[in-house]
């Protein structure tokens, strides 16, 4: 009901004195699920009936699965709305709900698959991808009149959307990067998620999500060539189990379960790593990863901060609350861009790591909403 009634406080002031803000306020409401009386009423301001088709997308590795949203009356650009590292890729509900509710305001979506980050790895091939689809999408007129398209990136892919924007053969065809929960540099990150220090000295405790998949890409170096995939297939089983966390309860507890047969089964090094994961011992695990954290995350294009800049607007909204990929990771990027190129940052405990829901104060969600109304405008 607080936010009910805060939001019809909002749309008021919207119409009277900033009415450009009713798209960013009527996108913020349809985020947070409002579907009943004042806060429905918001949430359905300016949408309309929209088509979703599957397609496929060139790209130098082969064709790319995709999917594009279309509004029936199109306002504003074409976006790349570009999938975090999930196994569910583009399938991910989440994923899903953001692409609809960003298409029912105007917007032309286009949610490609990165298939590594599909696979819990985070490789050079992802940004290069997002380049190749975003030259695809720029080339075709009935996405991109202009030649030009907005690149928006979920966690991990934020910061590779904002590698790729930086590249010259996109220097003309990107208007606008936007990153949700990103980072600036990837070996910074994972070092956080092995050790729990960010940059500056603050602890915070890590989301073992994080380390666990640093865990799978390095598996290789850690137990013998014969044990790394029964070590990977745990790991998986385990994440799998933390995804059906979020709406399947019986069937999340079945799998956790399933992780840990694996782990009784499993030899020595890889049992003794398994545990870790399974018991979410954050500290051990990250312990015995942190040696092998700068090699995994040497290459340039996958941290922006080593990367040329983009010259077109940087867009970035952080959780201040995100355990995954810390806020400051934002602050920091948005520090090593402003002398390049135009960035807005907004840091809100309106969201964890890339998801609404947290119901905050007044302020905090006119802030989110003044972000979200120039994004949309851009």
């Known amino acids: 009901m607080m936010l009910l009634a805060l939001l019809g406080g909002l749309l008021l002031v919207a119409l009277l004195v900033v009415p450009h803000y009713l798209r960013g306020l009527a996108l913020v409401a349809r985020a ?170 603050q602890q915070r405790r890590p989301h073992d999500y994080g380390v666990v998949i640093i865990l799978l890409n390095v598996a290789g170096q850690l137990v013998p060539p014969e044990q790394v995939e029964t070590l990977r297939a745990g790991i998986l089983t385990f994440l799998r189990a933390s995804h059906l966390a979020i709406h399947d309860g019986r069937r999340a507890s079945e799998t956790f379960a399933e992780a840990r047969r694996m782990q009784s089964e499993m030899p020595e090094p890889a049992a003794t790593f398994m545990k870790y994961v399974n018991e979410r011992d954050v500290s051990a695990l990250g312990a015995r990863l942190l040696p092998y954290t700068r090699a995994f995350a040497d290459d340039p294009s996958l941290s922006p901060e080593r990367s040329p800049a983009p010259r077109t607007p940087v867009y970035l909204l952080h959780g201040t609350d995100d355990t995954v990929i810390p806020a400051i990771e934002s602050v920091l990027l948005a520090r090593w861009l402003e002398p390049q190129t135009r960035v807005r940052l907004l840091l809100t405990p309106l969201i964890t790591h890339a998801e609404f829901d947290r119901k905050k104060r007044p302020e905090d969600v006119w802030r989110l909403v003044a972000f979200w109304s120039a994004l949309l405008d851009a």
């Not at 003309?172 to 949700?180: C, E, I, N, P």
Request: glycine share 12%.
């Open 32 to 201: 947070a699920d409002m579907k009943e009386g004042l806060a429905g009423r918001i949430s359905r301001w300016g949408t309309g009936p929209f088509t979703e088709e599957e397609l496929q997308v060139p790209s130098r590795y082969g064709p790319l699965r995709a999917r594009v949203f279309r509004p029936e009356h199109p306002r504003g650009r074409t976006v790349l709305l570009l999938p975090g590292v999930h196994a569910d890729g583009i399938d991910e509900p989440r994923m899903q709900e953001l692409a609809r509710d960003l298409t029912a305001g105007g917007l032309i979506v286009l949610t490609p698959e990165l298939p590594d980050l599909l696979l819990y790895r985070i490789t050079p091939r992802e940004t290069d991808m997002i380049e190749d689809v975003a030259l695809w999408a720029s080339s075709r007129p009935e996405l991109a009149p202009d030649g030009r398209v907005g690149l928006m990136g979920i966690s991990f892919a934020g910061g590779l959307s904002v590698v790729a924007a930086g590249r010259p053969s996109l220097a003309d065809k990107v208007a606008f990067t936007f990153s949700l929960g990103g980072h600036g540099d990837l070996s910074r990150v994972l070092t956080f998620l092995c050790n729990g220090v960010e940059p500056g000295g």
